[in-house]
């Protein structure tokens, strides 16, 4: 079973609307969660985490991401774009065997803003 | 602070070749990680390192990738011979704890695209 889904492939979306990108994770992995942004040709930038405490987490450039634990989701949101927001969007996972971890990626979201 | 610096960043040669590509993690970071990134999907990790030792290695393909962080700073990874599917983005990243605070923030490298004709 896939540790991290994200549904959307690409979403557009108009300068200074509202956004949402979802991001659904399986009951099985450990509720360490996060939101990666990667702008084109550049590595990955943590946009904000989860690991415990207010289930509404604020991060950089004004996004922020609320954990559900009941819906098993943690789907980022803002509301309003920028162009300069334009890029491909990774929510990941914690996932814990025995002794060892790894961070699971889903497959990414890409946002385009348009003007 | 200098970020995690990575290179080449591209990277061109013909199957059955090797190639190398080196990372420099973010000064004082005791783990390193090196990470595949295929086309259209998130990356996947390759191998963990903590200090000099690989923790874990599970999904690095052995009969032909090799990894080395010889003094627990700057590692080098290495594919010999390439093959087509080997075409990606590679991609290093670093995270100053020794991997116990599962909680912790990787910084990552802008990566080695490489192509494999």
């Known amino acids: 079973a896939q540790s991290v889904t994200q549904l959307d492939s690409q979403v557009p979306v108009f300068e200074e609307a509202p956004v949402e990108l979802r991001c659904n994770y399986s009951s099985s992995v450990s509720v360490y969660l996060f939101w990666y942004v990667q702008y084109p040709n550049q590595g990955l930038q943590l946009l904000l985490k989860?690991?415990?405490?207010?289930?509404l987490v604020k991060g950089i450039n004004g996004f922020e991401a609320e954990f559900n634990k009941s819906q098993t989701s943690f789907h980022l949101r803002k509301p309003s774009v920028h162009i300069s927001d334009t890029a491909e969007y990774f929510c990941?996972?914690?996932?814990?065997?025995?002794?060892?971890?790894?961070?699971?990626f889903g497959s990414g979201t890409r946002l385009l803003v348009r003007p | 602070e200098a970020g995690v610096v990575q290179s080449p960043r591209y990277k061109i040669i013909e199957k059955k070749q090797p190639v190398a590509f080196w990372c420099n993690p973010i000064?004082?970071?005791?783990?390193l990680y090196w990470y595949r990134q295929n086309l259209g999907q998130g990356p996947e990790l390759l191998i963990r390192y903590e200090n000099e030792e690989a923790v874990d290695d599970s999904q690095l393909p052995k009969d032909r990738f090799s990894a080395e962080r010889l003094k627990g700073v700057d590692s080098t990874l290495k594919i010999q011979p390439a093959e087509l599917g080997d075409s990606a983005v590679y991609l290093c990243?670093?995270?100053?704890?020794?991997?116990?605070?599962?909680?912790?923030?990787?910084?990552f490298g802008p990566g080695t695209r490489l192509l494999v004709l």
């Open positions: 990941a996972v914690i996932l814990r065997k025995d002794s060892s971890y790894k961070l699971i």
């Open positions: 990243a670093s995270s100053l704890g020794s991997g116990e605070d599962l909680g912790e923030t990787q910084y």
């Open positions: 989860y690991l415990s405490g207010s289930t």
């Open positions: 000064s004082g970071h005791n783990t």
